[in-house]
């Protein structure tokens, strides 16, 4: 059973063009879910896919009162994917991974225990499956992101984080590219919400293809690094606080 504190639990995944994938990552998710014994759902983000994404995610939803499809038209990017699921989010704590089947969903059993003592919990990579152009891009990014809006954690993009979702109706969310992870870290932690850590799993991609690392989305990032830092350093403090802020 899953560590009392979290009782209720919305996971979401953002998909693009992963009909390859969403059906596999569903179903692992409904069954880690149900093994659990949590009071949950699932929202499947169908952020402009051009392949049958968006149908199979219609058809899971029909197949199960829990599951929610959300579509996009157009495409929003993946900041845009990842609002649209923290905003439609109805339960206490809101997890969410990638649709591209690349962390293993039971790992979320070393998160749920960490939430009793964080606001946010995220799972860091460990041997991280990519590229090493594309692990390299990532160091350099993360550094400077983290140099920028001045906040600490292992894995800024890390897809396999929970949350309190309270935090959400006390901060801003403005990305709908990559800078996205940090914006939300980054305002968090300036709201005063501590984050923890675990090392979890990355598997190599065994369907679809990678989109993060495309010229456009790196430039994409940049720009809003830069537009919206300055706001993002002003995020006021919440009302409440709990716990004491990770710093490894």
């Known amino acids: 059973m899953a560590d009392p ?8 995944f953002p998909f693009y063009n992963e009909e390859a994938n969403i059906e596999r990552v569903t179903g692992a998710a409904v069954e880690t879910l149900v093994r659990l014994g949590l009071d ?62 690349q962390f293993d969903i039971t790992q979320i059993e070393l998160l749920l225990p960490l939430a009793g003592r964080y606001d946010i919990v995220n799972g860091y ?37 929970l949350y309190r979702s309270e935090i959400f109706r006390h901060i801003e969310m403005k990305s709908n590219g990559a800078l996205i992870d940090a ?18 799993r990355h598997l ?21 690094l830069l537009r919206l830092r300055k706001k993002i350093l002003a995020t006021p403090r919440a009302q409440r606080q709990t716990g004491q802020a990770a710093t490894k």
Not at 40 to 45: A, G, N, P, Q, Y
Not at 130 to 157: E, T
Not at 204 to 224: N, Y
């Open 5 to 12: 504190v979290v009782r209720s639990l919305t996971v979401f």
């Open 40 to 101: 949950w759902e699932i929202i499947l983000v169908d952020d402009g896919s051009r392949d049958r994404t968006g149908e199979l995610a219609d058809r899971l939803a029909a197949g199960n009162p829990r599951i929610r499809a959300i579509h996009h038209r157009p495409n929003r990017g993946y900041g845009g994917a990842l609002q649209s699921g923290f905003r439609n989010a109805t339960k206490e704590w809101i997890f969410y991974t990638d649709g591209d089947g």
């Open 125 to 161: 990579r460990l041997n991280r499956q990519d590229p090493l152009i594309r692990r390299l891009n990532a160091f350099c990014w993360g550094a400077l992101v983290k140099y920028l809006l001045k906040f600490r954690v292992r894995d800024v993009d890390s897809a396999f984080k």
């Open 183 to 200: 914006e939300i870290l980054a305002r968090a932690n300036r709201a005063g919400y501590t984050i923890g850590q675990v090392g979890v």
């Open 204 to 224: 190599q991609r065994v369907a679809g293809e990678q989109t993060g690392a495309k010229p456009k989305v790196i430039v994409l990032a940049f720009q809003e």
